[in-house]
T-cell receptor
Framework: DTEVTQTPKHLVMGMTNKKSLKCEQH?????MYWYKQKAKKPPELMFV???????INESVPSRFSPECPNSSLLNLHLHALQPEDSALYLC???????????????FGPGTRLTVL | RKEVEQDPGPFNVPEGATVAFNCTYS??????FFWYRQDCRKEPKLLMS???SGNEDGRFTAQLNRASQYISLLIRDSKLSDSATYLC??????????????FGAGTRLFVKA
């Protein structure tokens, strides 16, 4: 199994809702990532988990809360989002965060989020 | 100045053309380098890693110049299917630990028949 899966594919939520995005990989990768991508822009790193511990938090607002329940799963909990948070949310994984080729990332297809 | 900068594009080329993309990075602590491609409304996919000695994969050649902090991608004999956005990606280790992945803004390529 050489893929990263994400659910849901699309999500529409109001500013008072609480929702979660899910990501799963079964490649034995020990690093997992959340990115945000706006239209015609590159992905922007949000969070990195390495061996199930949060290793990078790119000063993301607290309305985004990541969770890594085990080495295969990564969640992103959403609460009180703003319309400007509407974007494609991409999950990725890599073998680990060592050097060289071990750090190249497989991306999931993303969740397209719309905040009304 | 952005940490990873690419040619702004877009590039419009005929089939069979050779096209070169350039990328520069500003942080000398950068440690690994990649080219990804992203099709419209799809996720980025690894095209190739970039090694110090340069590397080739079929029609694609990547080069790295650490002294100049410069990365390139050459595509020979362009195909219609090469039309995509090409993203230069750099990993570096911040002082606080872990690895940061920084994407360039991407260069859009249109290959026309």
């Amino acid at each position: 199994d050489t893929e990263v899966t994400q659910t849901p594919k699309h999500l529409v939520m109001g500013m008072t809702n609480k929702k979660s995005l899910k990501c799963e990989q079964h490649m034995g990768h020990r690093a997992m990532y959340w990115y945000k991508q706006k239209a015609k822009k590159p992905p922007e790193l949000m969070f990195v988990y390495s061996y199930e511990k949060l290793s990078i938090n790119e000063s993301v607002p607290s309305r985004f809360s990541p969770e890594c329940p085990n080495s295969s799963l990564l969640n992103l909990h959403l609460h009180a989002l703003q319309p400007e948070d509407s974007a494609l949310y991409l999950c990725a994984s890599s073998q680990d965060q060592g050097f060289g080729t071990r750090t190249w990332q497989f991306f999931g297809p993303g969740t397209r989020l719309t905040v009304l | 100045r952005k940490e990873v900068e690419q040619d702004p594009g877009p590039f419009n080329v005929p089939e069979g053309a050779t096209v070169a993309f350039n990328c520069t990075y500003s942080n000398s602590a950068s440690q690994s380098f990649f080219w990804y491609r992203q099709d419209c409304r799809k996720e980025p996919k690894l095209l190739m890693s970039v090694y110090s000695s340069g590397n080739e994969d079929g029609r694609f050649t990547a080069q790295l110049n650490r002294a100049s902090q410069y990365i390139s991608l050459l595509i020979r004999d362009s195909k219609l299917s090469d039309s995509a956005t090409y993203l230069c990606v750099v990993n570096r280790a911040p002082r606080t630990g872990g690895f940061k992945t920084i994407f360039g803004a991407g260069t859009r390529l249109f290959v026309k028949a």
